[in-house]
C-alpha cells in the first residue's frame, strides 16, 4: 500500500508547467529537439537555444516552429504525402506559404538588432522546404521507375506506395517508429523473392522481410525512408505432417515444409492432427509466422524439452542479401535441443 501523502502535499502550489512541445502538429514520440536536428541539423538546435535564452527572438523561433510543424506533419503522415503527390497545385501553395513565413522572419532580421545567428537559422530552415519539395519529386520520380521494375516481376497491385500500406508497415510489436517504407511488397510466390531483392537493389532500397510483425527487437522496423518491406504473408502454404528421411538419421523423421508466411498457429494445427506436437510454440503463435519464428530462433513452453525454432529446422532456403538462393540442411540432426554429454564432474 501507498504511504499516506500529508495533507499539505495537495495543497502545495504545482511548479509552472515546462513547455515540452512547442511545435505544432508534434503528437508523435519525437520530442522537438529531434525534429529541429531532423530538419535543420544539430547546430541550428544549438542557436535556437542562445536566442531563446538571450529572450530576444521568441515571435521569430515561434514562426519557424510553425514552419516545422507544417514540415513534420506531412513528413509524418503518409496520406497526406499522397494527397500532395496527387495536387501539384496544393503542394505549390504550401511550399509557397512555408517560404513566405520563413521570408517574414527574414524581414524581422534587419537593422541595428540584425543577427548571424537568425540570419543562420533562416538559410538553414529555406533548405529544409527546398528538400521537402525535391522529395515529392524525386517520390513520384522513385515510384515511376519501382513501379516498372516491380511489376515486371510481381502483379501491380503486389506493389503498394499508398498510406494505408505504409502505416501498416512502419513498426512491430515494439511500437517504436522511425521511418515509414518506400514500399510494401506482397509477392504471390516464393520465386519472385530474388528478383524483388534484386530490383530492390538496384533502386537503392533496404530490403526489410515481414511476416507476422510480432516482433519485440524492431528487426521488422523500417530505419531509412529509402526501404522496401517484403510481406511474406501470401507465403502461406505448408505440406501437412510428411515422414522424412534426413541426412545422417537413420530413422524417419516427421516434417512439415512451411512456407515463410505460414503462421505458427497452422503448423501447430497439422502437427495435432497427425497426433503430433510441433515444438516452436510462441505466445504470439495466431499471429507470427513461420519465418519470424525462424528468424528470431522464437521458442515457448516446449523449448524446455524440445529446444527453440532453430533447433528444430531440417533445412530452409533463403534468399541472402545479395539476392542469391541459399539453400541449407542439417546433417545428423540431433532430433532434439539438448546434446547429453557424459559428465562424471557429480559422481
Ligand atoms: C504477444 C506476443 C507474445 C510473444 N511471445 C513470444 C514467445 O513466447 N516466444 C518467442 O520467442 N517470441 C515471442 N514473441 C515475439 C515474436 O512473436 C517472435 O519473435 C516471432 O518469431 C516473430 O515472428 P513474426 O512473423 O511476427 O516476425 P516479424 O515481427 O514480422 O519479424 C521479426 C524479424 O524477423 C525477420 N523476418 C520475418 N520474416 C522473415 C523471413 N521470411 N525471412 C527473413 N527474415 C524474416 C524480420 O525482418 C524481423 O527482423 C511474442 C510477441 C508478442 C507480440
Redesign the pocket.
Given at each position: 500500500m501507498n504511504a499516506p501523502l500529508h495533507s499539505n502535499t495537495h495543497h502545495a502550489e504545482a511548479p509552472p508547467a515546462a513547455r515540452l512541445r512547442e511545435i505544432p502538429y508534434n503528437y508523435t514520440s519525437f520530442s522537438d529537439r529531434e525534429i529541429v536536428i531532423r530538419f535543420l541539423g544539430e547546430g541550428i538546435w544549438e542557436i535556437l537555444n542562445e536566442l531563446r535564452s538571450e529572450r530576444k527572438t521568441g515571435r521569430s523561433a515561434r514562426m519557424l516552429f510553425e514552419v516545422l510543424g507544417d514540415l513534420w506533419v506531412v513528413t509524418r503522415n503518409p496520406y497526406l504525402q499522397d494527397d500532395l503527390l496527387e495536387n501539384p497545385k496544393r503542394r505549390k501553395a504550401l511550399i509557397d506559404a512555408l517560404h513566405h513565413r520563413i521570408a517574414a522572419i527574414d524581414e524581422r532580421n534587419t537593422g541595428s538588432t540584425a543577427s548571424d545567428k537568425v540570419q543562420k537559422m533562416v538559410n538553414a530552415a529555406k533548405k529544409a522546404v527546398d528538400k521537402f519539395a525535391d522529395d515529392f519529386r524525386q517520390t513520384y520520380d522513385l515510384r515511376r521507375k519501382a513501379l516498372v521494375k516491380f511489376t515486371k516481376i510481381t502483379r501491380k497491385d503486389n506493389v503498394q506506395f499508398d498510406g494505408l500500406a505504409r502505416v501498416s508497415h512502419v513498426t512491430?510489436?515494439t511500437d517504436w517508429r522511425v521511418e515509414y517504407p518506400f514500399v510494401v511488397l506482397n509477392p504471390d510466390t516464393e520465386k519472385e523473392i530474388a528478383y524483388l531483392v534484386r530490383a530492390c537493389i538496384e533502386l537503392g532500397l533496404t530490403v526489410?522481410?515481414?511476416?507476422?510483425?510480432?516482433?519485440?527487437?524492431?528487426?521488422?522496423i523500417p530505419l531509412t525512408p529509402m526501404s522496401a518491406v517484403?510481406n511474406?504473408e501470401k507465403?502461406d502454404q505448408h505440406t501437412g505432417v510428411q515422414m522424412r528421411t534426413l541426412p545422417g538419421v537413420a530413422r524417419q523423421v516427421a516434417t512439415i515444409e512451411c512456407g515463410?508466411?505460414v503462421v505458427?498457429r497452422r503448423a501447430m494445427e497439422a502437427a495435432t492432427d497427425a497426433g503430433l506436437e510441433f515444438a516452436c510454440?510462441?505466445?504470439?503463435?495466431d499471429?507470427?509466422?513461420?519465418?519470424?519464428?525462424?528468424?528470431?530462433?522464437?521458442?515457448?513452453?516446449k523449448?524446455v524439452l524440445w529446444g527453440?525454432?532453430l533447433d528444430n529446422l531440417a533445412s530452409w532456403r533463403?534468399?541472402t542479401p545479395d539476392a542469391e538462393w541459399l539453400e541449407v540442411e542439417r546433417l545428423d540432426h540431433n532430433l532434439g535441443k539438448f546434446m547429453i554429454l557424459q559428465s562424471h564432474a557429480l559422481k
Open positions: 512491430d510489436a526489410i522481410p515481414r511476416g507476422g510483425g510480432t516482433g519485440y527487437t524492431g528487426g521488422a517484403i511474406t507465403l515463410a508466411g505458427t510454440d510462441p505466445t504470439s503463435a499471429a507470427s509466422c513461420i519465418g519470424g519464428n525462424v528468424a528470431m530462433n522464437a521458442g515457448g513452453k523449448a527453440t525454432a533463403m534468399v
